[in-house]
């Protein structure tokens, strides 16, 4: 739970693919009431800032799916992990 602020920080401040609730009480913590869902709901869906992040969700999509295809960063540390610990050991 304690990471939830964290991760949610990164993917909207940082990565750019989502929109913050604010809890009704004006702080990073407590309870969204439900016209602050309804609002970036609407947003998220009809708004400038859902075009903004659906489009950079897009850009994070591309860069994933070329990290896991053959050669790509992901699978190539994969492989570099794999051969670390099933390699010839002294």
């Known amino acids: 739970m304690a990471e939830q602020h964290l ?22 913590r407590g309870f969204v009431k439900l016209e602050e869902v309804e609002k970036m709901a609407r947003e998220l869906m009809e708004g400038e800032r859902g075009v903004a992040v659906r489009m950079k969700v897009k ?12 050669g790509g960063s992901s699978s190539s540390m994969l492989d570099l992990l794999i051969n670390e610990f099933g390699g010839p050991h002294p």
Not at 10 to 22: H, Q, S
Not at 59 to 70: G, N, W
């Open 7 to 28: 991760n949610a920080r990164m993917l909207v401040e940082e990565i750019g693919i989502g929109l913050r609730l604010m809890p009704s009480n004006g702080s990073v």
């Open 59 to 70: 850009e994070v999509r591309k860069a994933a799916c070329a990290a896991m295809k053959e």
